[in-house]
């Protein structure tokens, strides 16, 4: 405490008189303390608060410039000296009104006061600086609490979900690094803006239904669509919990959104892929069943047709000739029509059997199979003339009697299709190609336009009339059932010379081609 000397000091310098107390006695009410120096710099008061936070009295032989040293103010943190020079009674003595709060006390006790320091000058009617009054509060409790929440704040940190926290407003009060890593903002642009404004955040429910779960219930979880400071687009598994005053009324919430995206794209595939599954199982069940009514319909229906055009055929023999033109003519189409008819089943009957093949693929040498098809060919290929040439072929692992029907029907349509007075030319090649082997069968014939070259591989696809070009439609239909079976292509492009196709289909090389 102030001595009597030292107040009586006090008292004579200001020219006051009268009550032992002096005239600043009512500050000892106070809860902040006041420390009062006069213009030369030398202290003159100090309230019971500013005692007991400087821990000592009035030191009247000191200075301004003096001061810190004499009541051990130091740079908070640290062993340092406050400068003079920055200290908030020399500024005040200045003129200069001055606030700080980076000084701490080091008491003769031992004990050290960090404080929140505000420095006023006091102008006399001359118009000079007669006092410095400074008004010190103790910070201690703030500082305990801002190192707590710097504490918490770095355990937030260190986790890698994204955390942060926002107002009644949902204004971003704080921001994680695992925010900042998650989102892409930093704390600088994320502070103080709406979060689910900024984030673009897709609730499953109305956000006014989540807060008020969150203030009667303390929580709310969720997941949420949001969106990254890049423009992509994730989803978090998002947990709010409340943030209460000390009366328990609502501050605002936490967040910790964790991003699950990776998850929930895997979760995805493996819906999609058991989907895609019961979707294969059900379409090779199907297939297998529409397979079977091929078979059956096109094995059934060559019965009845006999049936049929056995008896027209004999009409047109043991009458042609009784009857008149008409007549045979009429018994001509029905024959033809039963004709082309069993051509019809007994090419269904093919694409079906194509599809119920079994067993393994087997080593078939292209050069025997080749030789094979040319010769169930030769009285086509005598009557049209045709040019055959056949390179080197590979040994493939496929079913010899498909592969077999795949090269009869491609040469077969090379021999058919080319314009009037032209005589058939075709080559067969092949070439490995990485894991597969390439296979042509290039012509001279008429082509097929590129818009058209889907369509003639599928069932009954004809480009041209029956009275242009034979056939049932079927060839390439079955050529393409036939490779795909073997894990194969199949396709048509202009042959290299510019006239007539090129027709290809690729095989995999088998594994132990490939080793």
């Given amino acids: ?267 995805s595939v493996v819906r999609w892929a058991s989907q895609l599954e019961q979707a294969n199982v059900a379409l090779a069940r199907s297939n297998e069943e529409l397979e079977q009514f091929a078979y059956v319909a096109s094995h059934d229906l060559s019965e009845p047709l006999r049936a049929i055009s056995g008896p027209i055929s004999l009409l047109g023999r043991r009458y042609h000739d009784q009857l008149d033109a008409e007549a045979d003519q009429f018994i001509e189409f029905a024959v033809d029509g039963c004709r082309r008819m069993q051509a019809m089943i007994d090419d269904l009957l093919a694409y079906s059997r194509a599809g119920r093949v079994d067993g393994e693929p087997q080593p078939v040498d292209c050069n025997v199979l080749l030789t094979t098809v040319m010769a169930e060919l030769a009285v086509r290929i005598t009557e049209t003339g045709a040019i055959v040439s056949v390179d080197p072929l590979p040994t493939v692992a496929a079913q010899p009697i498909q592969l077999g029907q795949v090269f009869r029907n491609l040469i077969s349509n090379a021999l058919k299709f080319v314009g009037p007075g032209v005589v058939p030319r075709v080559a067969v090649s092949a070439e490995r190609l990485g894991d597969e082997w390439r296979f042509w069968v290039t012509d001279n014939g008429i082509g097929v336009e590129p818009r058209h070259r889907e369509r003639i591989f599928g069932m009954f696809k004809r480009l041209h009339t029956r009275t242009e070009y034979s056939g049932s439609g079927i060839g390439l239909a079955l050529c393409k059932r036939i490779i795909q079976r073997e894990g194969g292509r199949i396709g048509v492009e202009d042959a290299p010379s510019g006239g007539g196709s090129r027709f290809w289909f690729a095989i995999p090389v088998s594994s132990e081609e490939a080793s």
Avoid at 188 to 203: M, P, R
Avoid at 210 to 227: H, P, T
Avoid at 247 to 252: A, I, V
């Fill in 1 to 267: 405490m102030i001595s009597t000397s030292e107040r009586a000091a006090i008292q004579a310098q200001n020219g006051s008189a009268g009550s032992e107390q002096g005239p600043f006695h009512f500050l000892d009410a106070l809860p902040v303390g006041i420390f009062i120096a006069l213009c030369d710099g030398r202290p003159c008061y100090a309230n019971r608060e500013a005692v007991r936070l400087l821990g000592r009295g009035v030191l009247t032989s000191t200075r301004g410039p003096q001061l810190t040293k004499a009541y051990q103010a130091h740079q908070i943190g640290t062993d340092e000296i406050y400068p003079p020079e920055r200290s908030a009674v020399v500024r005040a003595l200045a003129g200069k009104p001055t606030y700080l709060d980076d000084m701490e006390i080091h008491r003769p006790d031992g004990t050290v006061v960090p404080l929140e320091v505000w420095g006023t000058p006091v102008v006399g009617p001359a118009g000079s600086v007669d006092y410095a009054i400074t008004m010190l509060v103790d910070i201690s409790k703030r500082r305990r609490a801002e190192a707590a929440l710097a504490s918490r704040r770095a355990l937030l940190d260190l986790a890698h979900d994204a955390a942060f926290i926002v107002d009644n407003d949902r204004r971003i009060t704080y921001w994680s690094a695992g925010a900042e890593q998650t989102y892409g903002y930093t704390l600088a642009e994320a502070w103080g803006e709406v979060s689910h404004e900024l984030l673009g955040t897709e609730f499953p429910e109305p956000l006014a239904d989540i807060q008020a779960k969150v203030d009667r219930d303390g929580q709310w979880d969720g997941e949420l669509v949001q969106r990254r400071s890049d423009g992509q687009t994730i989803v978090v598994m998002s947990r709010w919990a409340a943030h209460r005053a000390s009366d328990g009324s609502l501050l605002g919430a936490l967040q910790a959104n964790r991003d699950i995206t990776a998850r929930k794209r895997a979760e």
